[in-house]
């Protein structure tokens, strides 16, 4: 059986645990505890990088989620996350990489002020600034529809709806975004996400390990 680790905390995590819910892939899941778990010797025997997740599928193993999304797809391929045109295909990769490298990068110095460490003002401002210009071309790309694609959820709704979840956490509000908002609604009444959505209790319980993580890398 495919071995997932995991901690529920992770975004990263998430997004694959969404997906095996959704393909209805059958899994074994092993917490790993970001206390230290992480820079075990098993661990690192597994994953050098000491990062989550990782999935263990026959002897392949499988780090960084977007590929770990891109095997399960090629591995597992019904039902499908991923569409078959080229325009679609562009869209979801597009939408990934948005969600990765401009939405995500934005929010992780944000996390800082969550938490009650320092950020300068001025980064601050630019990674608001980024966010806002995300959700604004998100809102263009949905136009009303009830996915990113001919209204079939693919691997973009998933990698994207995860970080958008969260941003009224840090202060941003969708209601001025109607397609974004109605999106979002939608992603929160399957199953997968209502199996995988933390309590306010779980995630009060892991800002003290999201602290020590953050102060590691300043």
């Known amino acids: 059986m495919l071995k997932f680790y995991y901690h529920p905390t992770s975004v990263n995590a998430r997004r ?110 630019i990674a608001r600034q980024r966010i806002i210009a995300v959700m604004q071309f998100y809102e263009s790309l949905l136009d009303g529809h009830s996915y990113f694609v001919k209204d079939s959820l693919t691997l973009a709704d998933i990698v994207a709806g995860i970080l958008v979840s969260a941003l009224p956490q840090f202060g941003f509000s969708l209601s001025a975004y109607p397609s974004l908002k109605a999106w979002l609604e939608g992603l929160e009444e399957r199953e997968s996400w209502q199996q995988t959505t933390l309590s306010s209790e779980m995630i009060a319980a892991a800002l003290p390990s999201i602290r020590k993580i953050l102060e590691r890398r300043s």
Do not use: C, H
């Open 16 to 125: 694959v645990w969404v997906a095996l819910l959704e393909k209805q892939i059958p899994f074994e899941p092993i917490l790993i505890n970001l206390d230290g778990d992480q820079f075990s010797e098993d661990f690192t025997a597994i994953n050098p990088l000491q990062r989550i997740p990782v999935i263990v599928d026959n002897k392949l193993r499988v780090v960084e989620s977007l590929a770990i999304l891109d095997y399960l797809e090629a591995k597992y391929p019904t039902p499908s996350l991923m569409p078959s045109s080229a325009d679609d295909i562009a869209v979801v990769r597009m939408v990934e990489m948005i969600a990765v490298n401009e939405l995500q990068a934005s929010m992780t110095p944000l996390t800082r002020l969550l938490i009650g460490l320092e950020l300068d003002a001025q980064k601050a401002e």
